[in-house]
């Protein structure tokens, strides 16, 4: 059964049950339905969107975003969801590779573009479509992570991989119906999307806050609609910790439970979780866009496990392979694999052939290299792939050196990870630089980068030294930098 | 400079606006990059700009550039 069909069931048991809450409104699961069916209609109508087409979503927390996302479902289409700070350079190559009947939302940084806003799909119809049951092969949503050389890779998942995820989890958290979720996560990303789909689909309610900026803003939702559970990044609990102290420990008697993204996360943040809720189901996962929450580990029931990634979520399977592809014993080391019905079903515009080198024997090649002791629990070691992630936020030291090598004055560059001095975005991006122009200041570079990248991207640090380390082949040996 | 325009600037630079757009009551998701990673980008430039430190019951309260002009002066008080 689809996301869609569970909430069209939810609609039918429990019409009356609150789906979604904003500052100005409650909307039913009857109500959502209708809105969702709405949505379906309008956007076949409006864009003339047909089985397979494509509709970009510049995704916010709004509450018209939730009808959109779920009417493309309903009408056959296919989602892709943006962040709507993402720049030019990468709205167009998202825009080229999958040539959308249309964009939603705003894009901050993109000017120039026409996109339609999310209300419009609420335009009143005189004739409602009817619901049509979607292919649960069919694609669903293509999410755009950053891929290693910095250019945009559209992950395809289809409606079955998006229930068997929020079955996973929803099994492993052991959500209710009474659930009732504060969603601050970006709705762009995997992790806050399928929050939305998880709750929905068990028959929750979701309140809608968009981020955990405003912790005064935070803790009046979670009081006022006393909320049950919410979703995290470490970068987030860094910035709860020093925005509000030990505040959160107030609410340990009505939480049941928080979901906790993958990305490192210092052993006593954990110990203080633990201390401060000492009733709530704290759960981290692992996983990527590409096999959503393939593990988890519960920091109260698997304490002693706390260093560790957790274990293979509930109908996913994880080895350690070689780089044959031959299966590793307990204890080696090796690159993670899982496998289940939750794992992409491609990638966008790629081949069957290309998309079949990322798996061994059924398993999908995470590009994570670890070990399963006797327990199972996965033991992370490294990554292969040389991702720097920034409070949750990939980004590939590729795209930002390709912009580095533009600016006059840099000869050669590389970018590593560098832990975040203040303890709350994990990592950070530093640039070594080759210069010879002594008057190349810091803030010049960072000004030429800054109307090209993200914020987030841009080099905390800056070194310079004579020579980028390089392999025989010209490859960048970016270990040796770090 | 008094506190509100040191504020100001502080606020119109971590945002990539310009000062213009910034008044008494511009707060936290006004502008694109006033996140919480602007926020803590704020509150810290502005600890530092004035030379104190924030407790974070104090910086839970602070949701506006009003807020952030009231704390300054209570801690300069």
């Known amino acids: 059964m689809t996301i869609e069909e569970q909430i069209c069931q939810n609609a039918i048991r429990h019409p009356a049950s609150i789906a979604l809450i904003t500052p100005e409104e409650q909307v039913t699961y009857a109500q959502l339905w209708e809105r969702c069916l709405l949505a379906a209609t309008n956007v076949r109508r409006k864009y003339g969107l047909q089985k397979g087409d494509r509709i970009i979503l510049a995704a916010s927390a709004n509450i018209d975003f939730i009808y ?56 009143p119809c005189d004739k409602i479509d009817p619901y049509q049951t979607p292919d649960p092969e069919q694609i669903a949503d293509i999410l755009f992570t950053t891929g290693t050389t910095g250019a945009p890779k559209g992950v395809a998942l289809n409606h079955k991989n998006l229930t068997a995820a929020a079955l996973n989890i929803n099994t492993f958290i052991k959500n209710t119906a009474e659930d009732v979720e504060l969603l601050a996560l970006p709705v762009s990303h995997s992790f806050g999307l399928g929050r939305v789909r998880c709750v929905l689909s068990k028959g929750g309610s979701l309140v809608l806050l968009g981020s955990f900026a405003n912790m005064k803003k935070f803790f009046e939702q979670m009081e006022r609609f006393h909320c049950t559970g919410f979703g995290m990044v470490p970068a987030s609990w860094a910035y709860i910790k020093k925005m509000s102290g030990r505040k959160i420990g107030e609410f340990a008697g009505q939480l049941r439970y928080i979901e906790i993204g993958s990305s490192f996360m210092p052993i006593p943040d954990k110990e203080l979780l633990c201390e401060l809720l000492p009733d709530t189901r704290i759960c981290m996962h692992y996983g990527l866009t590409e096999a959503s929450r393939s593990a988890f580990m519960e920091f109260h029931s698997e304490h002693d496990y706390l260093n560790t990634a957790g274990k293979a979520s509930p109908n996913v399977e994880v080895k350690i392979f070689d780089t044959e592809g031959n299966v590793l014993p307990t204890g080696a080391e090796g690159e993670v694999c899982v496998k289940g019905e939750h794992v992409t079903c491609s990638y966008w515009n790629e081949t069957p052939e290309r998309f079949a080198k990322d798996f061994y024997d059924g398993y999908f090649r995470t590009g994570d290299c670890g070990y399963l002791d006797a327990e199972g629990y996965i033991h992370l070691k490294s990554r292969i792939k040389e991702m720097i992630n920034v409070g949750g936020k990939k980004v590939s030291p590729m795209e930002v050196e390709d912009i580095l090598n533009t600016i006059p004055g840099i000869e050669d560059c590389a970018c590593v990870a560098m832990p975040d001095p203040e303890g709350v975005m994990g990592e950070l991006v530093k640039a070594f630089i080759v210069s010879k122009d002594g008057s190349l200041t810091d803030a010049a570079i960072i000004e030429a980068l800054r109307p090209k990248l993200e914020a987030y991207k841009l080099p905390a640090r800056i070194e310079r030294i004579d020579a980028i380390p390089k392999t025989a082949s010209g490859k960048v040996q970016r270990l040796k930098l770090k | 400079m008094d506190t509100l325009e040191k504020v100001i600037e502080i606020v119109a630079i971590t945002c990539d606006v310009d000062k213009s757009e910034v008044t008494e009551s511009s707060t936290v998701g006004d502008f694109p990059a006033w996140d919480s990673v602007g926020h803590l980008g704020i509150l810290s430039k502005v600890e530092e700009a004035f030379d104190i430190s924030f407790e974070p019951e104090e910086m839970m309260e602070i949701e506006d550039v009003k807020d952030i002009v009231d704390a300054v002066n209570n801690k300069l008080a």
Do not use: W
């Open chain 1, 68 to 123: 959109a996302y779920f009417g493309i479902h309903m009408a056959g289409g296919v989602c892709a969801p943006i962040d709507p700070d993402t720049n030019e350079t990468r709205f167009e190559l998202i825009k080229n590779s999958t040539k959308p009947v249309c964009t939603m939302g705003v894009l901050h940084k993109v000017a120039g573009t026409q996109t339609a806003p999310f209300s419009e799909v609420l335009t």
